[in-house]
């Protein structure tokens, strides 16, 4: 286990609606990244948080937003969800500093949109 | 230019057998190679990683070989077990820890 967990397991939702997914990074992490996994799939990534401030984002459209907080936990939120937007999200967190190189992610959230 | 490229979609090997995948991309920014395991149901788990700067790194039952010219990497699994059995990514990153870009992933079948 690499000490990120993230909430919640599965989540069920229709298109159209918001969603909130939740992850708490690895003891002495300050840097989180969330990718998003289709089945049968690579991640693909979505962005990264360093020290509460986005540093780098991939292609994924405005309505995919993030909050890293002061305990470096974070949120990822989708508005107006898609069809397409079901997936298996995953966070994961980095140690940053001079040892910036590894990312450990977490469990994943599978989110399904009806 | 940010793709990574993965073989064989899938891989079926006998017990005490070598698993051999292969990835290839074309960006030569690129400076951190790692390949990721995942099981059903669970997030990637980091296997082994390696830097342009040596051409070989073992760890345990794993090897990473990696050809800057041809700009290519693979993972060898060598005396393979049922355990192995899993979804092996390769991924690149050009910036020490920002977005790592992955591969399709290989799908390995161990038999015993």
């Known amino acids: 286990e690499t000490g990120v967990t993230q909430s919640p397991t599965h989540l069920i939702k229709t298109r159209g609606q918001q969603v909130t997914l939740r992850c708490s990074s690895q003891s002495g992490h300050n840097t989180v990244s969330w990718y998003q996994q289709a089945l049968g799939q690579g991640p693909q990534f979505i962005f990264q948080y360093y020290r509460e401030e986005e540093n780098g984002r991939g292609n994924f459209p405005p309505r995919f937003s993030g909050l890293q907080f002061p305990n470096y936990s974070s949120e990822l939120n989708v508005n107006a969800l898609e069809l397409d937007d079901s997936a298996l999200y995953l966070c994961?967190?980095?140690?940053?500093?001079?040892?910036?190189?590894?990312?450990?992610f977490g469990p994943g959230t599978r989110l399904t949109v009806l | 230019q940010q793709q990574v490229k993965q073989s064989p979609q899938s891989l079926i090997v006998q017990k005490g057998g070598i698993s051999i995948i292969n990835c290839a991309y074309e960006?030569?920014?690129?400076?951190?190679f790692p390949w990721y395991q995942q099981f059903p149901g669970k997030g990637p788990a980091l296997l082994i990683a390696?830097?342009?700067?040596?051409s070989e790194k073992k760890e345990g039952r794993f090897t990473i070989s990696f050809n800057k010219s041809a700009k290519q990497f693979s993972l060898h699994i060598m005396d393979s077990q049922p355990g192995d059995s899993a979804t092996y990514f390769c991924a690149a990153s050009a910036d020490g820890g920002g977005k790592l870009i992955f591969g399709q992933g290989t799908t390995l079948q161990v038999k015993p």
């Open positions: 390696i830097r342009p700067d040596v």
């Open positions: 960006n030569t920014a690129f400076d951190y």
């Open positions: 994961a967190s980095t140690q940053g500093g001079a040892h910036t190189d590894t990312q450990y």
